[in-house]
């Protein structure tokens, strides 16, 4: 009767050493899942902020153009009148103005951080993430055949191994 309530606890053991292992394998399958929405997410905010930046530097661009040709010519046409020359050169200003808090408006330019940059590390440590904890559960498998598999031919040694 020892002999069989041992062997009870031991299935018992593998049991829940097996369902552990089932949750494992789960639990690594949702935090793979998980950090490739991260870095999906982080390359995602990396293009967006290169959008935003090319559509600023394209419109300041366009905006300096814009008060270097055609205002200018404007102030030569509108020389000898005064009135209208005011209202160019208030132009003129507001136009450069707008300018350069557009030029202020990617304040990211500054960091150093890069999402990209961010999402391709998580990525790469994620790959080693994985397939180590991989390997550790099939070792965990593994472990739990052999000690079946003892049980099943009783043979001791491999109980003991």
């Known amino acids: 009767m020892g002999k069989f309530s041992v062997l ?5 053991i593998q049991k829940a050493a097996s369902a552990g292992i ?13 950090v ?3 870095t999906y997410s982080l390359m995602n905010a990396n293009h967006t902020l290169t959008s935003i930046d090319l559509l600023i530097s394209d419109t300041v661009q366009l905006l300096t153009s814009v008060v270097k040709s055609d205002l200018t ?3 030569e046409i509108f020389s000898k009148r005064t009135d209208f020359l005011v209202i160019v050169r208030n132009t003129r ?15 990211w330019k500054g960091v150093e951080l890069n999402p990209n940059a961010v999402a391709e590390q998580v990525n790469f440590i ?9 390997l550790l559960l099939l070792l965990d498998l593994i472990i739990c055949l052999f000690t079946l598999l003892g049980l099943a031919k009783q043979i001791k040694w491999l109980v003991i191994v």
Do not use: P
Not at 22 to 34: A, H, L, M, Q, V
Not at 97 to 104: M, P
């Open 8 to 12: 009870q606890q031991i299935i018992q």
């Open 22 to 34: 089932g949750i494992g394998f789960y639990g690594n399958s949702e935090t793979n899942d998980g």
């Open 36 to 38: 490739y929405q991260v």
């Open 73 to 75: 010519q404007l102030e």
């Open 93 to 107: 200003r507001e136009v450069e103005s707008v300018a350069q808090h557009l030029a202020e408006l990617s304040f």
């Open 126 to 134: 994620e790959d080693y993430r994985w397939l180590a904890y991989i």
